[in-house]
């Protein structure tokens, strides 16, 4: 059974620090991996998506690495911003999942960027 | 372009009620999934419509239950209500083939 856990699970940073956020799962058989944003009681917002045979995908600001072989994947926040302040989340999905959305969420990690 | 829409926003009921969730898909999309989302955790796939049938479904019981009309709009069924069922329900709309879905608002639902 696919397990996604984030650490850490709450991160507050001064505004313009660069941080990383994780994301581990336990089975490397992904199709693939995205990152979302929540702001509180809201939707969710999709920031990057990386197929299993890439190994990152940038926007903007925010840099995201798949290491598919250790079950990890890290997302990189340049120049933090207070508008970053939100929760995050990372989703697998399973490649026995490729043709639905059965994808599998970690708890998220919640950031606060104090201005 | 109009974005993914639910409704209720919130919503009380009592336990042993039945819910109806709504959703209205993105202009364009064909396929609506649902999510769980339990306060402090992550979203939980219930499951997913594609031409007005259910195409994949997670651990959830029967009494969750759903539709899609030929609009492409879905609604959510819960029946006999638990007070487990108490959180905050996802709606995401896709076409069907590709990986980026976009999310709804979502509908608070408390059981009290």
């Known amino acids: 059974k696919q397990e996604v856990t984030q650490i850490p699970a709450a991160l507050s940073v001064p505004e313009g620090e660069n941080l990383v956020l994780n994301c581990s799962f336990t089975d490397s058989a992904i199709y693939n991996l995205q990152w979302f944003r929540q702001d509180p009681g809201k939707g969710l917002t999709s920031l990057l998506l990386i197929q299993s045979s890439q190994r990152e995908q940038t926007s903007g600001r925010l840099n995201a690495s798949l290491d598919k072989s250790s079950g990890r994947s890290t997302l990189y926040i340049a120049a933090s911003q207070p508008g970053d302040s939100a929760t995050y989340l990372c989703a697998v999905r399973p490649f026995k999942a490729r043709n639905n959305n059965d994808m599998r969420f970690g708890a998220g990690t919640r950031l606060t960027v104090k201005p | 372009e109009t974005g993914v829409t639910q409704s209720p926003t919130h919503l009380i009921k009592t336990r042993g009620q039945q819910v109806t969730l709504r959703c209205s898909s993105q202009s364009g999309h064909n396929t609506v999934s649902w999510y769980q989302q339990a306060l402090g955790q992550g979203p939980q796939f219930i499951f997913q419509?594609?031409?007005?049938?259910?195409?994949g479904r997670g651990n959830f019981p029967p009494r969750f239950s759903g539709l899609q009309f030929p609009n492409y709009s879905s609604e959510l069924n819960v029946n006999a209500l638990e007070l487990d069922d108490s959180a905050l329900y996802l709606c995401?709309?896709?076409?069907?083939?590709?990986?980026?879905?976009?999310f709804g608002p979502g509908t608070r639902l408390t059981v009290l």
């Open positions: 419509y594609y031409r007005e049938e259910e195409n």
């Open positions: 995401a709309s896709s076409l069907h083939g590709r990986d980026e879905q976009f």
